[in-house]
């Protein structure tokens, strides 16, 4: 079964960090971008990180830059996200979502998603 | 970073209804927009790609079109299923960003 799976969530306090974890399944994942998206409470949803299949592109959504660290490691199908100086806006369903690329169109989107994990920021 | 912006933000509507939500972004971004679905508690899911490309395993009465800055997601026949929240995102350019959501209720 194809499945992405987010763990790593939980509760922390401000300035602390925290690291997520999406394990891949049922696809071959180096063989493509992934990305992070998170869900504020009672908010949309909005962009937060993607690597490249190698490793050798990552962008950040500016609010997160220089505090989020985006990484993966394809020998064991994991995606990782290294989040530090934590604000309370952090606060967030978390997803993983793995990003295809369509030849007939030349366009991309966020083709599977996890069920998400869960960030509080609180004191 | 380009603006998305959705309406409207929700809507009441009954099982069997024609439903149409709308898209527009900032500037142009040519077909590179996607629709998703979001249950709540939910992974999102990908519904509409390139504008009016339905994704596989995704019922026909789904449909998308538009071009420029002007998008449509219809759902030609609203079913129990498919209350949800409806999100436009662009992939034209990065930051992708997504529209603030419509809300799709029953009446």
């Known amino acids: 079964e194809v499945q992405l799976v987010e763990s790593g969530g939980g509760l922390v306090q401000p300035g602390g960090s925290l690291r997520l974890s999406c394990a891949a399944s049922?696809?071959?994942?180096?063989?493509?971008?992934m990305n992070w998206v998170r869900q504020a409470p009672g908010k949309g949803l909005e962009w937060v990180a993607t690597?490249?299949?190698?490793?050798?592109?990552?962008y950040y959504v500016d609010s997160v830059e220089g505090r989020f660290t985006i990484s993966r490691d394809n020998a064991k199908n994991l995606l990782y996200l290294r989040m530090s100086s934590l604000r309370a806006e952090d606060t967030a369903v978390y997803y993983c979502?793995?990003?295809?690329?369509?030849?007939?169109?030349?366009?991309?989107?966020?083709?599977?998603w996890g069920q998400g994990t869960m960030v509080t920021v609180s004191s | 970073d380009i603006q998305m912006t959705q309406s409207p933000s929700s809507l009441s509507a009954s099982v069997g209804d024609r439903v149409t939500i709308t898209c527009r972004a900032s500037?142009?971004?040519?077909?590179?927009l996607n629709w998703y679905q979001h249950r709540p508690g939910k992974a999102p899911k990908l519904l509409i790609y390139?504008?009016?490309s339905l994704q596989s395993g995704v019922p026909s009465r789904f449909s998308g079109s538009g071009s420029g800055t002007d998008f449509t997601l219809t759902i030609s026949s609203l079913q129990s299923e498919d209350f949800a929240t409806y999100y436009c995102?662009?992939?034209?350019?990065?930051?992708?960003?997504f529209g603030g959501g419509t809300k799709v209720e029953i009446k």
């Open positions: 979502a793995r990003e295809t690329y369509y030849d007939s169109s030349g366009s991309d989107a966020f083709d599977m």
């Open positions: 049922g696809f071959t994942f180096n063989k493509y971008w």
């Open positions: 690597i490249k299949q190698d490793e050798s592109e990552k």
């Open positions: 500037q142009s971004i040519i077909n590179y």
């Open positions: 390139a504008a009016s």
């Open positions: 995102q662009q992939s034209y350019t990065t930051p992708p960003t």
